[in-house]
């Protein structure tokens, strides 16, 4: 954090145009994503706007092109201290002079970052809630100049979310405690419609853009398998030895599960690492570094693991058993595949599991003090969540179909059959368990079938035809193969020589983009989406030179 980066290019009164150009220029990409440019236009005008998204679907820039473009110190509050060193990297990568303030840095080295703040060093700086309440962080923010606050994972304020942060609630005061208040753009993947109306009441957001994108993710397809737990250890064995040069995330329900799996993980050869709340701290974050870095390719973890992970390269997610809802289902899930490229999400489960779930919120934790009527209702409520999940896990109907219906989302335009999911596909888990037996193939193949049937004219059909194009680049021809693993290898030693995650250089989807393109020059690579300015000068060279290579 020691040097000054060059400021990007600043204007008094930004516009949608300046906007696009500096999505280029930092993030290499040629458009807006649906709903990215209605909450940045929002915010521009001087708007509090609310975006609710999906995970991966790109809430981050809708407050980075903003923060990039506006004169001024943008503040992002957010729960997870320890990823912000990660984000304020990537961030400086891309050209953005990001940074953050957090109880990771000595009081030293908190006075430098604010004065440098003052003297007009950063675009960006990454809070934790805490923080807002401090009286020298108030000082120093009602003299910096903030054109804009971004409030991350909104839905912490509201205690109807899953991760309620009491520090979330103390928002409102601050805003209030600035000498001119700005815009407050305030971000969540949390849909429900109560959880929405606590973020913008709790947060005090004033007539805001309220931005709800679509929460199909065409690139994940999904499965759920009934199969025993002694099945499951090896079907997880089994699938993550088949799939080599991927990284994933496996999920179990109880720290003793999960060291189990890391450990069934390492004995069959995969790099597996592990992280529940039983570990130290150092242990954690060493485990999530490994994981992030590409050094360790699979993650073995409770819930405990992923909020704020912005590990693009993720291709497939296991959750081995269930659950509590389908909203923390979809949010684990939805790790995988942020870069856009074809990512697999698998559910397996037992009958044991819906016991244990029915246990866990039967068991009465809430505070004696819990009115009864509020008791009941909350119980109901938690049943209910409950039983939509294991609906879904026990479907017969297309799987996709019922996380966007639950979610809210009209459906009534979508196929019966997505294509994608094991109801649709007929997949079965027996290519894990008995390789010699595999009938069914899922995944990629599932793509291939599609595309035979891509006869019928689907309401989807463009997204759909862009998903299989990117599934058949995806099952590259050897040669493309060995190109990509030679650029991935490249990106990997260029991180380490660094020290940032690989995915912050280029992203799964960026390597592959240049593989079917094979860029020859500097102005072919700058069309690659995913490279923009800042990466080219960066890393241009070193990339034409392996593409160069053949
Ligand atoms: P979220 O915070 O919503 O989970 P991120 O902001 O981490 O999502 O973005 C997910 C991925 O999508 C990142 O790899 C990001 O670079 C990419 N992305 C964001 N905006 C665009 C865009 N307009 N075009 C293409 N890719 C994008
Ligand atoms: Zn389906």
């Not at 929460?215 to 099945?231: G, T, Y």
């Not at 590990?311 to 856009?340: H, I, M, T, W």
């Not at 890393?539 to 030179?545: C, I, M, Q, S, V």
């Amino acid at each position: 954090m020691a040097s000054r980066q060059d400021p990007p290019l600043k204007f008094d009164a930004p516009t949608m145009a300046d906007a696009e150009a500096a999505l280029a220029r930092h993030f290499g990409y040629a458009s807006f994503r649906p709903g990215q440019a209605e909450v940045i236009r929002a915010v521009l005008a001087g708007k509090d706007a609310l975006a609710v998204m999906p995970t991966g679907a790109g809430k981050s820039v809708c407050y980075q092109v903003p923060a990039a473009l506006m004169r001024g110190l943008t503040i992002v509050v957010s729960p997870l201290i320890s990823l912000m060193g990660d984000q304020v990297r990537g961030l400086r990568e891309a050209g953005i002079r990001g940074s953050y303030l957090n109880s990771s840095l000595t009081p030293r080295q908190q006075a430098v970052v604010m004065a440098r703040a003052l003297d007009g060093w950063y675009d960006l700086m990454y809070v934790a809630p805490e923080r807002l309440a401090d009286p020298a962080f108030r000082a120093f923010a009602a003299q910096a100049r903030v054109p804009l606050l971004a409030v991350d994972e909104a839905h912490c304020v509201s205690q109807w979310g899953q991760d309620f942060r009491p520090a979330y609630t103390g928002i409102a005061d601050f805003v209030a405690s600035l000498p001119v208040r700005p815009p407050v753009v305030a971000l969540t993947a949390t849909a429900t419609e109560r959880v929405r109306r606590d973020v913008v009441s709790l947060i005090g957001l004033k007539d805001p853009q309220v931005t709800v994108t679509g929460f199909d993710r065409p690139n994940l397809s999904f499965a759920s398998f009934e199969l025993k737990p002694r099945e499951r250890t090896r079907w997880v064995c089994a699938y993550a030895a088949a799939h080599p040069d991927e990284s994933g995330i496996v999920y179990a329900t109880t720290r003793k599960r999960v060291d189990e799996l890391a450990q069934a993980l390492r004995d069959a050869g995969v790099a597996a690492v592990s992280y529940h709340a039983g570990y130290e701290a150092d242990a954690r974050e060493e485990a999530q570094r490994r994981f992030v870095m590409d050094d360790a390719r699979v993650m073995v973890a409770t819930n405990a693991f992923g909020m704020g992970i912005d590990k693009s390269n993720v291709r497939f997610v296991v959750n081995c058993g269930l659950p509590l809802s389908l909203e923390e289902y979809y949010q684990e899930a939805g790790r995988a595949g942020r870069d856009g490229e074809p990512a697999e999400c698998y559910l397996l489960w037992s009958r044991g599991d819906i016991r244990t779930c029915r246990f866990l919120i039967d068991r009465d934790d809430l505070p004696e003090s819990t009115p009864a009527a509020e008791r009941q209702r909350l119980e109901r409520s938690r049943r209910t969540l409950l039983n939509h999940m294991i609906d879904y896990a026990q479907s017969a109907t297309c799987l996709r179909r019922r996380i966007l219906a639950y979610f809210g989302q009209d459906v009534s335009a979508l196929s019966d059959n997505c294509g994608s999911c094991s109801v649709c596909t007929g997949a079965t888990p027996e290519r894990y368990l008995a390789p010699a037996r595999a009938s069914h193939a899922f995944g990629h193949a599932a793509f291939d079938d599609e595309l035979d049937a891509a006869g019928d004219a689907r309401p989807r059909s463009r997204r759909r035809a862009a998903a299989r194009e990117e599934a058949l680049d995806y099952v590259a021809t050897e040669g493309d193969e060995e190109l990509f693993q030679r650029l991935r290898a490249l990106r990997k030693r260029l991180a380490g020589e660094k020290g940032v995650p690989p995915y912050v250089i280029f992203s799964d989807a960026t390597l592959r983009a240049m593989v079917r393109r094979k860029p020859r020059d500097r102005e072919a690579l700058l069309q690659v989406p995913g490279v923009g300015t800042t990466k080219l000068e960066r890393y241009g060279d070193a990339f034409l030179e392996e593409l160069a290579r053949g």
